[in-house]
């Protein structure tokens, strides 16, 4: 089956750590974006990739950083400089147009201890 | 700045009553838009999308919503309330161009009482 596979649904972070979440897809698309989820916040852009080896700040890009190396793949890395980051994360890809819509993972629960 | 807004952070309605979500987005250059349906720890489904072919524009579980240029607005209705649409609605717009960003709203909460 197509679709866009997160990994891992939650992860556990000491505060001072980085961690990477993993996101894929096998859809052929060349979009790919990163969401942060906050209650009441709705969806608020980390990062986004319109093709391979290229990749441009949302609007909440400090303490985070990206890599799209293969069209598949786009990792996230939430680094020790994000300074509140439990929150439910959210990948999606979509194909290039602006008239095509962004499918999504099932997300990732990221909690700091 | 581009951006699309979400009047009503939680909306509740009977069983079988009329559902409307609103959304107005901030632009004279009329943009692509989205209505998406998330559930509680999921990831966000497609529920409909505008992209200028027509106005009405029907989506899965009955639901639809109407363009209206004059009022920059997007608001999604159903006719009768199911207790199985009790999720949170997001409404989003790409306006294309360079940077193509897909923006979304901060969200309603639908609560369905039986």
């Known amino acids: 089956d197509g679709g866009i596979t997160q990994s891992p649904k939650y992860l556990f972070r000491k505060e001072g750590q980085n961690v990477t979440l993993s996101c894929e897809q096998n859809l052929n698309h060349d979009a790919m974006y990163w969401y942060r989820q906050d209650p009441g916040q709705g969806l608020r852009l980390i990062y986004y990739s319109q093709i391979v080896n290229d990749f441009q700040k949302g609007d909440i890009a400090e303490g985070y950083s990206v890599s799209r190396e293969k069209k598949e793949s786009f990792p996230l890395t939430v680094t020790s400089a994000q300074k509140n980051p439990t929150a439910f994360y959210l990948c999606?890809?979509?194909?290039?147009?602006?008239?095509?819509?962004?499918?999504f993972g099932q997300g990732t629960r990221l909690t700091v201890v | 700045a581009q951006s699309v807004t979400q009047l009503g952070s939680h909306v509740s309605v009977s069983e079988g009553a009329l559902v409307l979500l609103r959304c107005n987005y901030s632009s004279s250059v009329p943009p692509y838009l989205f209505w998406y349906v998330q559930y509680p720890n999921q990831g966000l489904q497609l529920l409909l999308k505008y992209t200028s072919a027509a106005t009405l524009v029907k989506g899965i579980n009955g639901f639809e919503a109407e363009f209206k240029k004059s009022e920059t607005s997007f608001h999604l209705t159903k006719p009768s309330a199911h207790m199985s649409d009790a999720a949170e609605y997001f409404c989003a717009v790409r306006y294309g161009g360079a940077t193509n960003k897909l923006i979304f709203g901060t969200g309603t909460l639908l609560a369905v009482q039986p």
């Open positions: 999606a890809s979509s194909m290039a147009g602006a008239n095509t819509e962004a499918f």
